[in-house]
């Protein structure tokens, strides 16, 4: 099957910066989009931003100009790049992909087990 894996997450304070890596594994032939969702304590999950196989980015306006996700499609991995962090984007945040894999048709959707971000001085 196909595994996503978190990493990155942790304590920074308030203006300071966090990389969240995402790698995916398994018996994967295409990658449709990567994407980050983020849940704080009695919130919903929401979107936070995505990147699509042809490179296509998109953020929700939280994060827009602070946020930036990139991906090294060799290694089936997506990084976010957090700049100027706020507290209340204290939560955990989740990896979530649209995956094909072999003897399937069409895209699987997958999630990570999701990383801690707490932004307190």
């Known amino acids: 099957q196909v595994q996503l894996v978190e990493s990155g997450g942790g304590l920074v304070q308030p203006g300071g910066s966090l990389r969240l890596s995402c790698a995916a594994s398994g018996r994967i032939l295409n990658v449709n989009f990567i994407a980050w969702y983020r849940q704080a304590p009695g919130k919903e999950r929401k979107l936070v931003a995505r990147?699509?196989?042809?490179?296509?980015?998109n953020y929700a306006d939280s994060g827009k100009g602070r946020f930036t996700v990139s991906r090294d499609s060799a290694k089936n991995t997506e990084y976010m790049q957090m700049d100027r962090l706020k507290p209340e984007e204290k939560a955990v945040y989740y990896c979530n992909a649209d995956v094909r894999i072999p003897y399937t048709v069409g895209f699987g959707n997958y999630w990570g087990q999701g990383t801690q971000v707490t932004v307190s001085s």
């Open positions: 990147i699509t196989s042809d490179g296509t980015t």
